[in-house]
């Protein structure tokens, strides 16, 4: 081949040009049609190979891409767990309630977050022995217990008049939904003593008793003694 013409370099230079130009608009359009946008300068900077992206480390122009947000506040957050059905509770208080003979007791129940007209209450008494119902609806079964509270307003409180050591035990209280759901209360548990007055009352009539028989029995003691004293003075006079 002869020496190069002077158009030879100016054609080559040309060439390499639109080459480039080519390849360029290739990965724009490759950029584009994958969902990313190209922004439009180019910097140079050193890339670093991602934790997440194998590959080895190039240097070089880096395309700068706007990535679209998967997180945005059109997808609905997870939810955990499951929320319950019915969030009825029975509050029953006070735990521990002390009382004197002849005392008027009252329990209470409430019903939280229920519907009080579609309920039936029922309380029973927890012995040491036995177990037994003491209301049930609107029956009572002890003629000294009653409902006290606004059961329209789901207080189904129960109140015993004139208690004694023989009502002594755990209250508690049972409510049963229309749906067939029971809920109970954590129980009441009744102590009852004896009025002190009425003990000290006892215990005093019982000193005076026996004081009186002692004294009594003393003077027995004595009137037999001068009976006795009396005969053999008089048998001593008779000689």
């Known amino acids: 081949m002869g020496p190069l013409s002077p158009s030879r370099p100016a054609q080559a230079l040309t060439h390499l040009l639109l080459t480039v130009l080519a390849a360029g608009g290739l990965v724009s359009l490759s950029l584009v049609c994958d969902g990313a946008t190209v ?3 180019i910097t140079p900077v050193n890339v670093t190979p991602d934790s997440m992206t194998a590959g080895p480390v190039t240097e070089g122009p ?5 990535i679209p947000d998967t997180n945005g506040t059109d997808v609905p957050p997870a939810v955990s ?15 521990k ?22 309920v039936v209450v029922e309380w029973v008494l927890k012995g040491p022995e036995s177990e037994h119902t003491v209301i049930r609806g609107n029956n009572s079964l002890n003629d000294r217990a009653f409902l006290s509270g606004d059961l329209h307003g789901g207080d189904f409180s129960m109140m015993l008049r004139n ?11 049972i409510l049963y939904a229309s749906d067939g759901q029971k809920l109970q209360g954590s129980g009441t548990k009744l102590s009852i003593r004896k009025d002190q007055g009425l003990q000290a009352l006892e215990e005093s009539v019982g000193t005076i008793i026996g004081v009186t028989v002692a004294a ?24």
């Not at 009382?99 to 009080?116: I, Q, W, Y």
């Open 62 to 66: 880096m395309i700068l891409l706007s």
């Open 39 to 41: 922004v439009s300068h």
């Open 163 to 173: 208690v004694s050591v023989a009502d002594s035990g755990d209250y508690v209280c």
């Open 97 to 118: 309630e002390k009382a004197v003979e002849g005392e008027d007791v009252t329990f209470s129940c409430l019903l939280k977050g229920g519907d009080p007209h579609r």
């Open 81 to 95: 767990g499951e929320e319950e059905k019915d969030g009825s509770v029975v509050e029953q208080h006070p735990p």
């Open 216 to 239: 009594v029995g003393v003077a027995i003691g004595l009137v037999a003694l001068l009976f006795t004293q009396f005969r053999e003075k008089l048998n001593c006079l008779q000689k």
